[in-house]
Nanobody, 117 residues
């Protein structure tokens, strides 16, 4: 399985971006998909996850501003980011995880989000 993230860029504070992450293979629907981010000098942190059944979890810092969704027919997970703040600037990574055999924990290459004030 390979993940290809896209959609990052430069946006003004208060603006919006939509990240996409496309997965190869035909077992996408069995994964928990997630978005994580890492700012310079900080640890990678959870942004949001969505299970195959559609259960969603958000970090408190993005609740009400970010929306994660998935399209199993397109093998793609999305992260709609609205009302962006300077503290949202980071490299965003998508993740595919499955906890039963065969186990998967796959990371995409990351996409940079820069927020100007």
């Amino acid at each position: 399985v390979q993940l290809q993230a896209s959609g990052g860029g430069l946006v003004q504070a208060g603006g919006s971006l939509r990240l996409s992450c496309a997965a190869s293979g035909n077992i996408f629907s069995s994964f928990v998909m997630g978005w994580y981010r890492q700012a310079p000098g900080k640890q990678r942190e959870l942004v949001a996850t969505i299970t195959s059944g559609g259960t969603i979890n958000y970090a408190d810092s993005v609740k009400g501003r970010f929306t994660i969704s998935r399209d199993n027919a397109k093998n793609t997970v999305y992260l709609q980011m609205d009302s962006l703040k300077s503290e949202d600037a980071a490299v965003y990574y998508c993740n595919a995880r499955r906890l039963w055999a065969p186990v998967y924990n796959v990371w995409g290459q990351g996409t940079q989000v820069t927020v100007s004030s």
